[in-house]
């Protein structure tokens, strides 16, 4: 029902807007198939405990992701953005929204410039997710660590940033300062409770569900708004400097019939993307927290878990073709409670390696080739030992198509 409330909305008002001008709308669009090849578990994301994306039960030619990225300008300062995904896996819906926000960049006085965002959006943490859509435009697969932030987070609220322009004191860059307050997250951090970290391109949908048994993500719990602040410096056009500090401030005695058990979750993260030259991109990102649960009468003591993770990417770029490898490494230390079983105390690292070409205006060919070794002791309770080794190959065509209206 919120869905259709919300899709209503929108065409609502791009019906409106249009009426007044029939040049304000961006459409960025894209089909991606592919070939799979894995080894490993059944997938988390079919009911298993393998945490790649696919395994050998549901590889061969599958759908990667079909997208459409739509920008309206309802006027010259405000604009209305949708993200409409596709995935033909177990969504709820066979198609469903990511993000739904309205922008406001008021024209700038002075050397700040700012900006608001109220809807649904992704917090700006990634430096891999840059393309329409929260796309990764390095690899086919994220991080380990923006694989979970698409998996559990969305900011369903309100964000401000004010950025300092250095152009009028005669400096090639920029400060920006984040700030927001945010609704519906406080089951963020159960996942890694029960998985651990994983490495997959399929982040959750705002209404429809993630992986078997399909079930919504997004959740407001105890009635407590959450926050984070962040900073952003661009550094004359090839460095780019990122942190953020994010706290859901639930109340991990709340729970609800609908959201389960709400999840006290913070971490702060911090990375930095280099580009010297014109053909490399270097870069490092890591992110800290931790999580804390009560369960309900009689099952135990507070569950609390500590966890980080981290990356190093380094791509090339040619001409039509771009190359990419990437290092991350990541750990959960479980450092209370014991109703969950064998502790969620587990620690990987994996190795990506990527290829991109571009065949011309819409197409592309893309390949990708992922090693994971990772070890969580809540896989002995599916008769699984601890430690295994997982890895995944994919062969990718593209097609992309911008409408502009």
Avoid: K
């Amino acid at each position: 029902m919120r869905f259709l409330l919300l899709l209503s909305a929108l065409v609502a008002c791009s019906v409106a807007s249009s009426a007044v001008a029939q040049d304000r709308l961006d459409v960025d669009g894209l089909v991606d198939v592919r070939w799979v090849h894995a080894t490993g578990d059944l997938s988390y994301l079919d009911g298993g405990i393998g945490v790649l994306r696919f395994d050998p039960d549901h590889d061969g030619l599958r759908l990667g992701r079909a997208m459409l990225a739509t920008r309206l300008r309802v006027s010259d300062t405000i604009s209305v953005h949708a993200v409409l995904d596709a995935y033909g896996d177990h969504n709820g819906n066979v198609a469903d929204l990511s993000e739904l926000w309205a922008d406001v960049r008021p024209f700038p006085t002075g050397p700040i410039r700012w900006r608001a965002r109220v809807g649904a959006f992704y917090a700006p943490v990634s430096l891999e997710n840059r393309g329409p859509g929260w796309s990764d435009v390095y690899t086919i697969t994220p991080s380990a660590i923006n694989t979970w932030l698409g998996e559990e987070f969305r900011t369903i609220g309100a964000e401000i940033e004010g950025r300092w322009l250095g152009a009028d004191s005669g400096y090639g860059g920029d400060l920006a300062l984040t700030a927001a307050v945010y609704g519906w997250n406080d089951a963020a951090g159960s996942l890694l409770a029960e998985r651990g970290f994983a490495m997959t391109d399929r982040p959750a949908p705002l209404f429809g569900g993630l992986g078997m048994p399909s079930a919504g993500t997004f959740h407001e719990i105890d009635q407590r708004p959450g926050y984070y602040a962040g900073l952003d410096w661009h550094h004359h056009g090839w460095l780019d400097v990122r942190a953020l500090r994010y706290d859901n401030r639930a109340d991990p005695a709340a729970s609800s019939t609908e959201g389960g058990t709400a999840w006290s979750t913070s971490y702060t993260s911090a990375g930095v993307r280099m580009e010297p030259g014109t053909r490399w991109t270097l870069i490092a990102q890591g992110l800290s927290g931790d999580t804390l649960t009560s369960p309900g009468p009689g099952e135990g003591g507070r569950f609390q878990m500590t966890f980080r993770g981290m990356y190093a990417l380094a791509s090339f770029e040619q001409v039509h073709d771009r190359l990419t490898i990437r290092y991350d490494h990541f750990s959960e230390h479980q450092a209370a409670g014991g109703y969950y079983g064998p502790p969620s105390t587990g620690n990987g690292h994996g190795y990506t390696l990527g290829w991109t070409h571009s065949l011309g205006e819409h197409w592309e060919l893309a390949a990708e080739w992922i090693r994971l070794t990772s070890t969580f002791p809540p896989r002995i309770e599916y008769d699984l030992p601890p430690g295994f080794i997982e890895s995944q190959v994919q062969l990718a065509v593209r097609y992309r198509f911008q409408l502009r209206t």
